[in-house]
């Protein structure tokens, strides 16, 4: 079992760690361009050309969808190693670039670990300390499944959405940097809003001055299907993006990407003294190439489709689930005790858990209720692995249920 349990870890990043195409770039990468004494001369010239959100790395920003600026340059990349540097150099571009202070985050979003990060996560098992950093506030999020209203999708009309303006009025300035928001929430328990949610927000947030800030940490790179990134869904063009995770497939790598005046707002020092390495830059590259590759929007679309069809079928056998969400590759069970009252079963998911990877299957968990199941496999997985996993977990629902 050991074996197995190693082998599926393997799997979990966003292709798997033991992808050939990636490793030999890594290894080429070591073998040329760090068996010098130089290495950190090199790195140091490196870091010259990023300075300043400059660097543009072409293949990620014609991935996105921020598109050319009014005097037709295209997005700009600033990389870092981790998801929350990227966050945290998206929102200081978006202070820079507005000259406003406050930014807006979304209650049960995830941003990582840094001060500001933590700030900008609303959920209170992450945040390891009181007061936080100065000028954020939360809005409402588009959980459906638990509307913070009380009302039920479409004919609440999305009053999440339409609660941004009053929220802006009074609680801020009036003056915002910028709106920063999960397509779907990972962390949060992989909460997908309605499709009118982010149109509506964008829009509000951008009337008092601000930016949309889309962080992909989760949601990139095809794991929502069909499109690169998780905003596509919602047919809005964000001002700056942020990647990291499966962006090189297991190795540091954080990345900025902003529209290019936006990015030419951020003048004078900065550094990232790993920010873009070569060694994660060549596994990025690869990763990138492998994804192409393969199709990972529509693969993620296939593969996603017969996933959630059987997360379907399991809801209709097992009372236990309350809720099936996501897009592609990205789908969540909300556990239940009850459908009606909605109480949230975290002991259950704790047995699910256990029941899981006893039979060789290893999932997420997360949701501020600690009751929601988070299934995100490798973008290369087979339909075969996709039936065993969900046979795997009809098993395991059984016995965690019983
Ligand atoms: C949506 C989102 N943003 C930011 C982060 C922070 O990324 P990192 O852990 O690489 O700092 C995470 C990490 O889970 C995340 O899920």
Not at 136 to 151: D, M, T
Not at 226 to 248: C, D, Q, R, S, Y
Request: proline share 5%; with cysteine; hydrophobic share 40%.
């Amino acid at each position: 079992m050991d074996n197995r349990i190693n082998q599926i870890r393997k799997k979990i990043s966003a292709l798997r760690f033991e992808m050939l195409n990636v490793e030999a770039a890594m290894h080429d990468q070591v073998a040329h361009d760090l068996d010098c004494a130089d290495t950190s001369t090199r790195l140091m010239a490196m870091r010259a050309e990023m300075v300043a959100l400059v660097n543009e790395r072409k293949a990620l920003g014609d991935l996105t969808p921020i598109g050319p600026d009014a005097k037709g340059r295209p997005p700009k990349v600033f990389l870092t190693n981790s998801g929350t540097e990227a966050d945290e150099t998206a929102v200081l571009t978006a202070r820079l670039f507005t000259g406003h202070t406050e930014v807006i985050a979304l209650r049960h979003g995830y941003s990582g670990r840094s001060a500001l990060a933590m700030t900008l996560t609303a959920q209170a098992p992450w945040r390891h300390w009181g007061e936080g950093v100065p000028g954020i506030k939360h809005a409402v999020n588009a959980y459906c499944y638990r509307c913070p209203f009380g009302l039920t999708y479409p004919s609440c009309e999305v009053k999440c959405a339409q609660d941004m303006d009053a929220m802006i009025q009074t609680t801020t300035n009036g003056k915002i940097a910028a709106l920063i928001a999960e397509p779907i929430q990972g962390v949060g328990g992989f909460i997908t809003p309605p499709k009118e949610f982010f149109p509506m927000v964008a829009e509000t947030v951008r009337r008092y001055g601000g930016l949309f800030i889309c962080d992909e940490v989760q949601t990139g790179f095809g794991r929502t299907g069909t499109h690169w990134n998780g905003i596509e869904h919602w047919g809005v063009k964000p001002e700056i993006m942020t990647f990291a995770k499966g962006i090189a497939n297991g190795m540091p790598m954080g990345a900025t990407v902003a529209r290019a005046d936006v990015a030419g707002a951020f003048t004078g020092l900065t550094i990232s003294t790993f920010g873009g390495n070569p060694v994660s830059d060549a596994a990025s590259h690869a990763t990138l190439d492998e994804m192409e590759r393969i199709d990972a929007p529509g693969r993620a679309a296939r593969l996603g489709a017969r996933f959630r069809a059987g997360l379907d079928a399991l809801m209709a056998k097992y009372p236990v689930i309350g809720d099936v969400r996501g897009m592609g590759l990205m789908q969540g069970i909300e556990l239940v005790k009850d459908r009606k009252t909605k109480e949230p079963a975290p002991d259950v998911a704790v047995r699910l858990f256990e029941a899981t990877r006893e039979r060789g299957l290893l999932i997420g968990k997360g949701g501020l209720l600690n009751n929601v199941i988070r299934l995100s496999p490798p973008l290369i997985v087979e339909e075969s692995e996709i039936d065993e996993a969900l046979a795997t977990l009809d098993q395991a629902l059984a016995a965690a249920t019983q």
